[in-house]
């Protein structure tokens, strides 16, 4: 089922949680609202869900104005962040939940409901805990059990709230790939939230990166890594180094070094913020006859199978940062307090 959002506007009070946000989301994919909190994402999920209602804008399902309907009837399963699973039934019990609430000309015969959660507790891989209760539970299981339970009901879209926030990093690591495999298998339209950058890239298909109830930039997980839309997209995804500019007539200046900027052939001596991702500073011993900046190493990091490294220009402008790979930087030989050279490599500017 596809999913379109035209021109919602949602306020609480004399504040603005969403404004003017228009999104689509195609039968089938998996998309990533990402932000910062209080962005709105939370709000956007729970309006697609029929949980809270726009100010202005309509929501459709499969072209169909759904903005007035009832959230039992938008056939949607949602997922929140702190599972909501009833403890005092068990694990089989929760999931048939949904289905033994529908109404008796829907509601399917008890056989019916055995298989259907039993085939789910397979799905989730989890058929052995049909009879063990949440609190029995770990943080993980307990999260496939929601999910199981959300899919019972045989919902057209999946919502998801922060998901897995409530778990620790390598449980949180282990399900969401689980989830990319599942939704691989099962092909449902799904739209999660999260805060969390490397959840967003590795798991949606396309990602809506929000700032303060509207949209950034929506991509693909490489598009928005790798051509942000805007400054706040370069910030929020990963580390970043910043430098002040000038940018003329398609060149611009970054202290010493010169860079070709085609993009702005018409900007005229006009100050710029020129953004480099860690991975992308060159590190010499030499000048080369390159244009480059001359630099302390302040500090050596080693974070598993990366070196981080904080080095001060001499002109102590800015600090820059900068990643290598411990064979780099092996090869290089570095010790805090020496001199070397760093250059920039794919560089992107925004005029001011």
Partial sequence: MSIEIRNVQKNF??????????LDVPSGELVALLGPSGCGK???LR?????????QGQIRFNGEDTTERHVRERQVGFVFQHYALFRHMTVFENIAFGLRVRPKKTRPTEAEIHRRVHELLNLVQLDWLADRYPPQLSGGQRQRIALARALAVEPKVLLLDEPFGALDAQVRKDLRRWLRRL????????????H???EALEVADRVVVMNKGVVEQIGTPSEVYDSPASPFVYHFLGNVNLFHSRVHAGFARIGEIELAAPEHHAAENAPALAYVRPHDIDIQREANGDAAFRVTINHIHPIGPVIRLELEREDETELIEAELTRERFRELNLQAGEHVYVKPRNVRLFLQ
Avoid: M, R, Y
């Fill in 13 to 22: 009070g004399s504040f603005s949680a969403l404004n003017d946000i228009s």
């Fill in 42 to 44: 939370t709000t956007l």
């Fill in 47 to 55: 309006i697609i869900a029929g949980l809270e209602s726009p100010d």
């Fill in 183 to 194: 939704h691989d298998e099962l092909h449902i339209t799904s739209v999660f939230v999260t």
């Fill in 196 to 198: 969390d950058q490397e």
